[in-house]
């Protein structure tokens, strides 16, 4: 005799297969694959899903219909399209879908990237978008960025030996790891050794349990009739939510004693924060869930930026050298970069849009929730559906773009587009509602990492290939990490003492 539960799975094929018809006998969706029972298209999608949506417009057009088991996710990949669900239908498109693991890391949307659209996301984002990430905080946090930056040149310089390949991402990982670390709490949990503490120790054990459950729920989160097979670890959850919640609170309660001490709060998110609590109504847990959505989106997106960018200059050496020409003449041999530099280095500032055209650290819009039935392209996008951006495809559309595969920070002297949500053919922070506040932090950091890299080095190839060897193609996931960590040969282009960091105590 069979399973008592084998019994019960018998019609769920019947049961979906009927569910799927109903949406299309209702409503004029999007052309697409066709969904296989149960399972939807989630055996068709290539592991790099971006490009698999990319060739699959190619094939139904630029607006698709890709099912995750029996949730409807409709693909967009061209500007006009992605105007539609950005701005012209945003607020019926600005709920956010939470997996059950984004539903617990986030306490059901108390924070910024997890909330629906409604009152406490327009509270939470004017905290950030007003408080956080104004320009005169960016300004006073200014020295934190230069410090950590000057701070990677020097280490590239230590290890520097005259030929020898270095793996670019462990020095940019550095920067980014300190930078949104001493940001958010005001610690630099790694000594300018490369030794780590005790909370810092912590605090990336946390953001590897964190990364690693999310990664366990995979099939069952899209096919809701099996979750009772797959049940949620609620102690594993509710472990890591106690977990991160102690190093919070550890570092919250030195932060308390310090402003006492000091009279005065700081210019870091979480004092602001602190200071902000009751003039805003936070509750811990969004003051909790911000701090860590700040981290979750800071940690790998500049460093995944920059390497790129650095992987696309040594395949372009035209470019590199025309960019050090400008630093160069701007800069000269005698001081390093500031970020006051940036408004007299215009190719500097088309190369870090370039790169982030080519290369959006989050290729693939997080999904946006249709809280209504809307029509987008023509096409019904039913209540409670799924709606992603293609921004990789986006921006490289030929129909809106010259040589949309070529790098060419040049396109940008012929026409200035934005890249903050203004212009929808360039969308590496998103747009409308939901487009990321900490966009110009992102912007300031990358260009910066870029600058001091090509002011401070020539880089080159590994000693016996060639730049046509650098893979190019990208590790399946969220965001966009090279499948080949990039090596390269730094050689200093400038007097030593400029290699020296001054450190700042912030």
Not at 368 to 394: C, E, F, L, T
Not at 490 to 503: D, F, I
Request: hydrophobic residues 40%; neutral net charge; contains cysteine.
């Amino acid at each position: 005799m069979a399973p008592l539960y084998l019994l019960l799975l018998l019609p769920l094929p019947l049961i979906i297969l009927l569910h799927n018809l109903y949406y299309r006998l209702r409503f004029r969706l999007p052309p697409g694959p066709r969904p296989l029972p149960v399972v939807g298209n989630l055996y068709d999608i290539k592991p790099v899903r971006f490009r698999c949506f990319a060739e699959w417009a190619q094939s139904y057009g630029p607006i698709i219909s890709v099912w995750f088991g029996s949730t409807l996710n409709v693909v967009v990949s061209n500007s006009e399209l992605a105007k539609e669900v950005l701005k012209e239908k945003d607020q019926q498109l600005a709920d956010r879908h939470r997996s059950r693991s984004a539903a617990k890391f986030s306490r059901d949307g108390q924070d910024l990237i997890w909330a629906d659209y409604g009152p406490h996301y327009v509270k939470v984002r004017k905290v950030c978008t007003v408080e956080l990430f104004s320009p005169k905080r960016l300004e006073a946090l200014r020295p934190i960025r230069e410090d950590e930056v000057t701070a990677m040149v020097e280490s590239i310089y230590k290890d520097y030996n005259l030929g020898k390949s270095l793996l670019v991402k462990k020095y940019l990982g550095a920067v980014s790891f300190n930078n949104i670390t001493r940001l958010a709490f005001g610690k630099r949990f790694v000594s300018s050794e490369g030794i780590i503490d005790k909370q810092g120790e912590e605090f990336k054990a946390i953001v590897a349990n964190g990364l690693k459950l999310g990664a366990s729920l995979a099939m069952a989160e899209h096919i809701p009739w099996l979750r009772w097979m797959f049940p949620l670890n609620e102690e594993a959850f509710s472990k890591h939510g106690a977990r991160r919640d102690r190093l919070t609170r550890d570092i919250m309660e030195e932060h308390t004693l310090a402003r006492e001490k000091s009279g005065g709060a700081q210019q870091h998110f979480f004092d602001a924060l602190l200071t902000l609590q009751d003039k805003y109504d936070l509750s811990e847990d969004t003051i909790i869930g911000l701090l860590w959505d700040m981290i979750t989106a800071g940690m790998d997106t500049t460093s995944i930026s920059v390497e790129w960018a650095m992987a696309e200059l040594i395949k372009n050496p035209r470019v590199q050298q025309k960019a050090q020409e400008e630093i160069d003449r701007v800069i000269g041999h005698e001081r390093v970069m500031t970020e006051l530099d940036f408004s007299n280095l215009p190719y500097l500032q088309c190369i870090a849009k370039e790169s982030l055209r080519l290369h959006p650290p989050t290729p693939l819009m997080l999904p946006h929730r249709a809280n209504a039935n809307v029509k987008i392209g023509g096409y019904d996008i039913p209540k409670g559906s799924n709606v992603h951006v293609n921004v990789w495809a986006v921006a490289r559309d030929p129909d809106v773009w010259n040589n949309p595969s070529e790098f060419r920070p040049e396109r940008f002297f012929e026409e200035d587009v934005d890249m903050k949500g203004h212009d929808f053919r360039l969308l590496p922070f998103g747009a409308g509602r939901r487009v990321c506040p900490g966009a110009q932090l992102g912007i300031n950091l990358v260009t910066s990492m870029i600058g001091h890299l090509l002011h401070h080095f020539k880089w080159d190839p590994p000693k016996g290939s060639s730049s046509e060897e650098i893979d190019m193609g990208e590790n399946p996931g969220l965001v966009t990490y090279m499948r080949t960590p990039l090596e390269a040969v730094p050689t200093p282009r400038l007097p030593l003492h400029l290699y020296k960091r001054m450190a700042v105590d912030m």
